[in-house]
């Protein structure tokens, strides 16, 4: 048996053997608390003795042998020990005591029988104890019954001179031995008391040592220690749950065995001692107070009890010293105890006005809620839930409220807050509220803000239509703040769900399509692309940003005018919802400073919540769309953290979309990916709705980009949303379906699909290439078609678009152009695409243009200008993985020579940049105008750098670059 660090209490314990056999007999009470290592004391102690030659009598007591009279004597005399004469005697004795007799008292003084085997069985003691020590151990000898414990009394008057040590063992705690006993003890001379308490770091360290080994020792010890409070059996127990995990000296487990041994060691122990542990598992520490009334039990007793609680180690400063002990203490109620203790103290924390979410959690863990007051707390709770990043507890709460809410307008406002709550983490389970908050919706049981988050929900699912019912129904704002939030909702509707806007515009103001307001097409105009006109669909010969759409722009983008119509950024303060007002206008009017602005502004104002998700969403892409996706990045990355941190499913995967599509226009096909999976992984296949189209997009066209068609196949096999392609989400995924059918081959397709989003951008007044440049990928099929005129009559014809001024969309515009375009032409359109595409920031975008400028030099024979491009461009390829575009930069010759890096090193920086605008066959004054300095000055570095170069001129400057310096 392991014994640590009882070395002082065992030498006493032997010294004390050793004087009674020279000045007679003694008694020693081991005291301590419950599973402090009393027991394992004693027998080691036993041992020894035995070893010495003395005769051992043991007997171990239980709460149950209180009840078994002169239980104890008889095991004492039924040891192994004695002589079987003697052994057969003392049963005899003791039996005839027991036989017929109630000894729940012990007898009385006169009692002659008794006083007869009270002497026998000390004449016994004596024979024994004749010539060696007799040790009598008795452990727990709190449990024992009244006559043993008489008895005992009885030998304990007569040891003085006898040969005989008696050693008993006790806890401390309330019940432990009865005061008049330990009185009675203690007048004996030599009677001693030895107490045995838990073990110090140094000793657990060591029980570690012999058990574990040393290095768990040294990194365990100390931990387990805090966990344990020093107590032997938990201590041991921990040590089991380590080897039983097969830990290498790693980290403290705290398993199985730990608890079994907290139950253990409650069960040991005085009843009110476990009471009360289950009473402060349930409560808390915060509520201990109310642990009396909870349990039934005076103050003094509980006070009591929590002191014992603490002796065994499993309480400091009034608090479990760890969660599992609280777990443990849990798992051992029955479901009975547990549900009445629930409910107890739920109507405790109540009537003394504690926060609603402490009453709740009990209403919880009890199922009951059958009382006004508790209906009240679990709303309220609930209410607490989603601010404080609960979600599924809220859920928990108003499923519990449904359940017993008699009342149908509270139950339907249940509803709702229900709906809010699960969307929280999977807006896949709100489907199954729609139905029936639709129908207290058109009833008017439905408050303005339960209607428009109604709203939020089927435009989410792509229910269009029965969001079309739900807007043209919603309740009067109210207030002024409700009001700004409906034109908010109007502005989101506008520019993300143009058909369900267009019907409410309809409806409201009873005009036909034509009329002032947006324009109210329910689906694409009739009238496609011409390509003997040139026009795009729907679109009329001459017609001018501001022409022939004037009616669609009368009272903005929205229409009319009042509560409805939109307000250009800057006409109030930074409000939350101004996000789709800021959207709308880039959409409207293009990226202007102040929009922009005020879209950074609206992302410095607003808190991650449910309320202002939509305005993020717009605000973000307010800059997306007007290619300042580098200024969006960091704010959709925060945002992005923030939502996983407070671990909201449906926040993270709704931004993680988001960001996909950031890094599409950034051509970062990595992140896009990335970001793109991330947005897909979480939710179940319907959770993010028509949102997914972002998500799809951005992983089609990165898988496309990549190589990886089989991939991108995949993603287009997968069921779309209803109404995804009937939102600007579902311009996207049309956009990433046509460049995929061109990476593929299947040009007619990608033409359908580039002609589909031009025809609904343009029925829903967002024809603007900030958002698809959709007539690039029209001329761009067109060339795979081989009809080179009908591409250069789109490409030829102006349009004066919003947001067509961005150097990405005019770099792009110049590399479809130089693709209709003679051969000779090329370069330079080329050349002007790189300079605006590394402006723009789409690194993609750029490696088309550098890829093609490859090629056109080739063609031309300028063969040395075409390696030194195509160089950049398989890096920029290499770097983003577009494994595609670096196998169409085909080979590119490395010259022979190894002298590259001390070529460099004899250009400066100003050389070194001339030099490379030089070798990309930029003309002296066009070289001065990009780096603004005259021509005199890049004459003069010319001459230099032929000269420190030992070249006859440009032509040979490419032999001397291994890689083209884009600044």
């Known amino acids: 048996?392991?014994?640590?660090?009882?070395?002082?209490?065992?030498?006493?314990?032997?010294?004390?053997?050793?004087?009674?056999?020279?000045?007679?007999?003694?008694?020693?009470?081991?005291?301590?608390?419950?599973?402090?290592?009393?027991?394992?004391?004693?027998?080691?102690?036993?041992?020894?003795?035995?070893?010495?030659?003395?005769?051992?009598?043991?007997?171990?007591?239980?709460?149950?042998?209180?009840?078994?009279?002169?239980?104890?004597?008889?095991?004492?005399?039924?040891s192994a020990a004695l002589p079987i004469e003697l052994a057969s005697q003392a049963a005899e004795l003791i039996e005839s005591m027991t036989f017929d007799r109630a000894c729940e008292e012990p007898p009385a003084t006169d009692d002659r029988a008794w006083l007869h085997m009270t002497q026998r069985l000390w004449s016994a003691v004596l024979e024994l104890s004749d010539g060696a020590p007799l040790l009598i151990t008795v452990d727990d000898v709190e449990h024992a019954d009244p006559p043993s414990w008489h008895l005992l009394l009885h030998f304990v008057q007569r040891l003085k001179s006898s040969n005989v040590f008696l050693v008993v063992t006790t806890t401390e705690d309330i019940h432990g031995m009865e005061p008049m006993v330990e009185v009675a003890l203690t007048r004996h001379p030599h009677y001693q008391r030895v107490r045995v308490g838990m073990l110090p770091p140094d000793g657990v360290r060591r029980m570690w040592e012999q058990l574990a080994g040393g290095p768990a020792a040294h990194v365990l010890g100390p931990p387990s220690h805090a966990v344990t409070g020093g107590n032997p059996l938990l201590v041991k127990a921990l040590i089991e749950d380590y080897v039983t995990a097969g830990q290498n000296a790693g980290e403290l487990v705290v398993g199985y065995a730990f608890a079994r041994s907290v139950r253990a060691v409650l069960h040991r122990g005085d009843p009110t001692v476990l009471q009360t542990a289950r009473g402060l598992a349930l409560l808390g520490q915060a509520a201990a107070h109310l642990l009396p009334e909870l349990l039934g039990l005076s103050p003094v007793a509980v006070r009591q009890a929590m002191c014992a609680l603490g002796g065994i180690g499993l309480l400091e400063s009034g608090d479990f010293r760890h969660a599992a002990v609280r777990t443990a203490v849990l798992d051992g109620m029955s479901e009975e105890e547990r549900t009445a203790m629930h409910a107890g103290a739920a109507r405790l924390l109540h009537a003394e006005g504690a926060v609603p979410s402490a009453v709740a959690r009990h209403l919880l863990e009890s199922g009951w809620a059958g009382e006004p007051w508790a209906l009240a707390e679990l709303r309220l709770a609930a209410d607490d839930g989603l601010p404080g990043d609960q979600p599924e507890f809220a859920v928990r709460c108003l499923k519990l409220a449904i359940e017993v809410c008699a009342d149908d307008d509270e139950r339907t406002r249940l509803v709702a807050a229900l709906a809010r709550a699960e969307w929280r983490f999977n807006p896949a389970v709100v489907r199954q509220h729609l139905g029936p908050l639709a129908k207290a919706a058109r009833e008017g049981r439905l408050s303005?803000?339960?209607?428009?988050?109604?709203?939020?929900?089927?435009?989410?699912?792509?229910?269009?239509?029965?969001?079309?019912?739900?807007?043209?129904?919603?309740?009067?704002?109210?207030?002024?703040?409700?009001?700004?939030?409906?034109?908010?909702?109007?502005?989101?509707?506008?520019?993300?769900?143009?058909?369900?806007?267009?019907?409410?515009?309809?409806?409201?103001?009873?005009?036909?399509?034509?009329?002032?307001?947006?324009?109210?097409?329910?689906?694409?105009?009739?009238?496609?692309?011409?390509?003997?006109?040139?026009?795009?669909?729907?679109?009329?010969?001459?017609?001018?940003?501001?022409?022939?759409?004037?009616?669609?722009?009368?009272?903005?983008?929205?229409?009319?005018?009042?509560?409805?119509?939109?307000?250009?950024?800057?006409?109030?303060?930074?409000?939350?919802?101004?996000?789709?007002?800021?959207?709308?206008?880039?959409?409207?009017?293009?990226?202007?400073?102040?929009?922009?602005?005020?879209?950074?502004?609206?992302?410095?104002?607003?808190?991650?919540?449910?309320?202002?998700?939509?305005?993020?969403?717009?605000?973000?892409?307010?800059?997306?769309?007007?290619?300042?996706?580098?200024?969006?990045?960091?704010?959709?990355?925060?945002?992005?953290?923030?939502?996983?941190?407070?671990?909201?499913?449906?926040?993270?995967?709704?931004?993680?979309?988001?960001?996909?599509?950031?890094?599409?226009?950034?051509?970062?096909?990595?992140?896009?990916?990335?970001?793109?999976?991330?947005?897909?992984?979480?939710?179940?296949?319907?959770?993010?709705?028509?949102?997914?189209?972002?998500?799809?997009?951005?992983?089609?066209?990165?898988?496309?980009?990549?190589?990886?068609?089989?991939?991108?196949?995949?993603?287009?096999?997968?069921?779309?949303?209803?109404?995804?392609?009937?939102?600007?989400?579902?311009?996207?995924?049309?956009?990433?379906?046509?460049?995929?059918?061109?990476?593929?081959?299947?040009?007619?397709?990608?033409?359908?699909?580039?002609?589909?989003?031009?025809?609904?951008?343009?029925?829903?007044?967002?024809?603007?290439?900030?958002?698809?440049?959709?007539?690039?990928?029209?001329?761009?099929?067109?060339?795979?078609?081989g009809q080179r005129g009908k591409a250069r009559a789109v490409l030829g014809h102006s349009y004066a678009l919003p947001g067509e001024e961005s150097p990405r969309i005019r770099g792009m515009s110049r590399r479809v152009q130089a693709a209709a375009s003679d051969l000779p032409q090329r370069p330079a359109l080329l050349r002007e695409a790189v300079d605006l595409l590394q402006t723009g920031g789409d690194r993609l975008e750029l490696t088309y243009a550098l890829v093609d400028l490859t090629h056109a030099l080739n063609e031309l024979g300028e063969s040395n200008k075409a390696r030194l491009v195509g160089r950049q461009a398989g890096k920029i390829a290499d770097e983003v993985q577009a494994e595609p575009l670096r196998k169409a930069v085909g080979p590119v010759e490395e010259p022979a020579g190894n002298g590259e890096e001390e070529s460099m090193s004899l250009l400066s920086d100003a050389e070194q940049r001339v030099a490379s605008l030089a070798a990309l066959g930029y003309t002296n004054r066009e070289i001065s105008k990009k780096i603004y300095i005259t021509v005199s000055t890049v004459e003069q570095h010319l001459t230099r750098i032929y000269r420190k170069l030992d070249v006859k001129g440009r032509r040979d400057l490419p032999d001397q670059f291994r890689r083209l310096q884009m600044r």
């Open 1 to 78: 048996m392991l014994l640590i660090d009882r070395t002082s209490e065992l030498s006493l314990l032997n010294s004390q053997l050793h004087l009674t056999a020279q000045a007679g007999g003694r008694v020693v009470a081991i005291t301590g608390p419950t599973a402090a290592g009393k027991t394992e004391l004693v027998y080691a102690f036993g041992q020894d003795a035995v070893k010495a030659g003395a005769t051992w009598l043991s007997a171990t007591c239980s709460r149950t042998d209180r009840n078994l009279s002169l239980g104890v004597i008889s095991q004492l005399f039924h």
């Open 448 to 785: 303005f803000d339960d209607t428009t988050t109604l709203l939020r929900y089927q435009l989410w699912h792509g229910a269009l239509e029965a969001a079309g019912d739900t807007l043209r129904g919603l309740p009067d704002p109210g207030d002024d703040e409700a009001a700004q939030r409906l034109t908010a909702t109007e502005d989101w509707l506008a520019t993300t769900f143009p058909e369900v806007r267009a019907g409410f515009s309809r409806e409201a103001s009873g005009d036909v399509p034509g009329g002032a307001g947006v324009e109210t097409h329910a689906g694409p105009r009739t009238g496609r692309w011409s390509a003997a006109g040139g026009e795009g669909p729907g679109e009329r010969p001459g017609e001018r940003r501001g022409e022939g759409r004037s009616e669609g722009r009368s009272g903005g983008l929205l229409g009319g005018g009042g509560r409805h119509g939109a307000r250009r950024p800057g006409s109030w303060g930074v409000w939350p919802a101004q996000g789709p007002s800021l959207l709308a206008a880039v959409l409207r009017d293009g990226p202007e400073e102040a929009t922009l602005d005020g879209a950074v502004r609206a992302l410095q104002a607003v808190t991650l919540d449910d309320a202002n998700l939509d305005t993020m969403e717009t605000a973000l892409s307010a800059l997306i769309y007007s290619d300042q996706a580098d200024r969006a990045e960091p704010w959709c990355d925060r945002l992005y953290e923030e939502a996983v941190h407070r671990r909201s499913p449906t926040w993270s995967t709704l931004l993680a979309a988001v960001r996909s599509a950031i890094a599409i226009r950034q051509g970062d096909l990595i992140a896009a990916e990335k970001y793109a999976h991330a947005s897909l992984a979480p939710l179940p296949p319907r959770g993010l709705g028509v949102f997914v189209g972002l998500s799809l997009a951005a992983q089609i066209r990165a898988s496309t980009e990549m190589g990886r068609f089989d991939e991108a196949e995949q993603y287009l096999r997968r069921p779309l949303p209803e109404g995804l392609l009937q939102t600007r989400f579902g311009l996207h995924y049309l956009q990433a379906r046509a460049h995929h059918y061109l990476a593929t081959g299947q040009a007619q397709a990608a033409l359908r699909d580039f002609t589909t989003c031009g025809s609904l951008m343009r029925s829903w007044g967002l024809d603007t290439p900030g958002l698809v440049p959709w007539r690039h990928g029209v001329a761009t099929a067109l060339l795979r078609l």
